[in-house]
């Protein structure tokens, strides 16, 4: 199960972090898409999540993600860690007995801890995710796995919003970046995050919208969420970057997604789609799993929806004004 030219480097880690060299059980932990090799083991009765990364490239460097898990888990929002190696690529940190999150609930405290999140120091690494992901939407643009009258569409209006949203700004802050609910564990009392890979300094309205996609289904709602995490009654112009940080995450998941699950092959964008809220309803319970190239395509589609009505609606216009005009009198 592990592989063998990992063997000896768990090994270390279990005498380093409990002093033996074998766990009693282990059993491997399927979910999410990440490509770390991810364990659920057992050492003197107690089980401990214990964590391989594999991938070589600059994600998959762990300096910067240890740090990060470590920042987090000194104040109280990753597991307690027992063991950590650069050199090996390897973690062990208390594992958490995942509960159902209701929705309800995930509404209160989510907003909250991702307030205290930003509030971290600053992590060291600086990514943009908009400039980051500009090498997925160019793939995404010359693929043509969809109708060029619907890429044209989708890039306007995308291009409109890149033109006017901030990028470098006082609202970078240590970021997750992957908030979604494999990362999200409720312990049936207190919520953790696990799993940052993708963490860095980046615009704080990305982390809030990422979670926005399962606790926001009204403006009432979202006028709610966005005072608990900025503990306060947001403006015109908050809620304005808000509304276009959801279309930036939305025009990225359909980039992300499509091409992944259909590998450069058309899509055919008139079968049968969930509602928006419907689909993440469903991913929030753990009734669909992305792992799959047909749900990857499918989730495109729902985001590409959502994101072609969005831009359809005065809120649009009136978003882009917001920014724009705030901006241009800084």
């Not at 049968?272 to 990857?296: C, T, V, Y």
Request: hydrophobic content about 40%; glycine content about 4%; some cysteine.
């Amino acid at each position: 199960m592990i592989p063998e030219k990992k063997l000896d480097a768990v090994k270390n880690a279990l005498r380093a972090a409990f002093e033996v060299s074998e766990f009693e059980d282990i059993s491997i932990m399927t979910s999410g898409l990440s490509s770390a090799l991810v364990f659920r083991i057992v050492v003197k009765g107690k089980p401990y999540l214990l964590r391989i990364i594999t991938r070589t490239d600059e994600m998959g460097d762990p300096t910067n993600q240890f740090a990060n898990m470590k920042a987090a888990a000194e104040a109280g929002i990753a597991p307690p860690i027992w063991y950590m190696s650069i050199e090996d690529r390897i973690s062990i940190t208390d594992f958490v007995e995942d509960r159902q999150f209701p929705i309800s609930e995930a509404k209160t405290k989510l907003p909250e801890l991702i307030r205290r999140m930003h509030s971290l120091p600053p992590f060291h690494k600086l990514m943009n995710y908009q400039s980051n992901i500009d090498g997925f939407l160019r793939n995404f643009q010359d693929s043509k796995m969809l109708p060029e009258i619907i890429t044209e569409e989708l890039f306007k209006q995308y291009n409109r919003i890149f033109a006017v949203y901030p990028r470098n700004d006082q609202d970078l802050v240590s970021c997750h970046n992957d908030l979604k609910p494999e990362n999200i564990l409720f312990d049936g009392e207190k919520v953790w995050l696990v799993d940052w890979e993708a963490a860095f300094l980046n615009d704080r309205y990305a982390d809030i919208a990422i979670v926005a996609n399962f606790v926001v289904n009204s403006d009432e709602e979202e006028a709610e969420y966005l005072r608990s995490y900025f503990g306060e009654t947001v403006d015109d112009y908050r809620h304005a970057r808000f509304f276009l940080a959801r279309q930036i995450l939305h025009m990225h998941y359909i980039a992300i997604f499509m091409l992944f699950g259909a590998k450069g092959k058309p899509v055919d964008v008139d079968i049968i789609k969930p509602k928006f809220r419907d689909f993440h309803n469903q991913i929030w319970d753990g009734e669909i799993s992305l792992a799959s190239d047909e749900a990857k395509i499918k989730y495109s589609l729902v985001h590409m929806e959502q994101f072609l009505h969005n831009t359809k609606a005065h809120r649009f216009e009136d978003a882009l004004h917001i920014v724009s005009s705030s901006h241009r009198l800084m």
